[in-house]
């Protein structure tokens, strides 16, 4: 007999593999070497928590980052970490049929990489592109809209149940971020709508998707778009014909609205593909792309601050290896190579 979704969730397989995915890079972390120093044990509690109806989501820690916009991320402690991945490893199958093939976040063979690949193929072949993005989104996102999404795709009310516990834990975490908008039909009500996603969990970064995807559908089949990529809220919309792109335009702010949703309309204009568009940290030409000024002061100031450490005894060689790595790795993929000579030329270590 095939075991239900949620038997899937809960085996002790699942959790033990969900303990493996949250705990990876970060075993030198306390609260996760606390969690491995009686692994079995605490695998098995929560299990038993998770399938009696008494798991509780914990306390979150928040801080601020600044990449480049000054982000609050809130961080679940990790045997609720371990819930996440547990839980996305039983839905996230369910929903990767139904999304469309150029939403490119948070999911398997997938990434920024290419998303600005695709978004390069569709400026060689289109005359406009049409930038979206959304007005402070993981604090907008509504949760009774959330579940409704959820509920057409999970049959199971345990799995459902504990999605709703999820997102009660979260509730409230970016209040301070959100922009009260009041849409056609509110009532002063709509102010306490439970709303937000925490930045820094693995479920908030799967749910974006389930919260766009039927505006992708829509994108796609009812407006007919040819050329569409999709990076969590950030939008690009190809096509030849200006008019027509203007009223694109109109019909997705419409349909954000039905999601509780606003963009940036100052930036949410149609322009030529041969001037290029920012996209997730390059400029991007149909002919080639260059790494934004930001990103590369970023960068300069952390391997400075990185470069002291280092020399203080504070960071050791293969962090800073790592460090220099992942930068060259993101960058190579603009035209960077005098760029990155001249980054890391006076790099001794």
Request: aromatic share 10%.
């Amino acid at each position: 007999m095939q075991p239900t979704l949620w038997q899937q969730l809960t085996s002790f397989l699942n959790l033990r593999m969900a303990f493996e995915q949250a705990a990876r890079g970060k075993r030198s972390h306390a609260a996760v070497a606390s969690f491995e120093f009686d692994l079995e044990e605490n695998l098995l509690r929560l299990r038993d928590e998770l399938r009696s109806a008494s798991y509780q989501p914990g306390e979150y820690v928040n801080f601020w980052i600044h990449d480049p916009k000054r982000r609050l991320i809130s961080a679940a402690p990790f045997r609720d970490r371990v819930v996440h991945h547990a839980l996305c490893n039983v839905i996230q199958p369910l929903w990767e049929r139904r999304f469309v093939y150029d939403s490119y976040a948070n999911r398997v063979g997938k990434g920024t990489h290419k998303a600005l690949d695709r978004a390069t193929q569709y400026l060689r072949r289109f005359r406009y592109v049409l930038p979206l993005d959304v007005r402070k989104f993981f604090p907008s996102v509504d949760h009774a809209i959330l579940l409704q999404q959820l509920q057409q795709g999970i049959r199971d009310e345990d799995v459902l149940d504990l999605c709703a516990r999820i997102l009660r834990g979260g509730e409230g975490v970016l209040a301070t971020e959100y922009e009260m908008v009041y849409f056609p039909g509110d009532d002063l009500l709509a102010a306490i709508r439970p709303r937000g996603l925490p930045i820094g969990n693995l479920t908030s970064q799967f749910w974006a998707n389930v919260y766009l995807n039927g505006l992708d559908h829509f994108i796609k089949r009812r407006l007919g778009v040819g050329g569409y990529v999709r990076y969590v809220d950030d939008m690009l919309l190809f096509g030849d014909d200006l008019r027509q792109m203007h009223m694109w335009r109109q019909a997705v702010i419409r349909r954000l609205a039905d999601l509780r949703l606003t963009v940036h309309e100052g930036s949410a204009q149609p322009r030529p593909c041969a001037i290029g568009i920012p996209f997730l940290g390059f400029q991007v030409f149909p002919s080639h792309r260059r790494l934004k000024r930001r990103k590369v002061v970023q960068f300069r100031r952390r391997l400075r601050t990185g470069l002291k450490a280092y020399w203080a005894g504070e960071r050791s060689l293969q962090q800073m290896q790592a460090s220099i790595q992942g930068w060259i790795h993101h960058a190579q993929h603009g035209d960077t190579w005098g760029l990155r000579m001249a980054m890391l030329r006076s790099v001794v270590l």
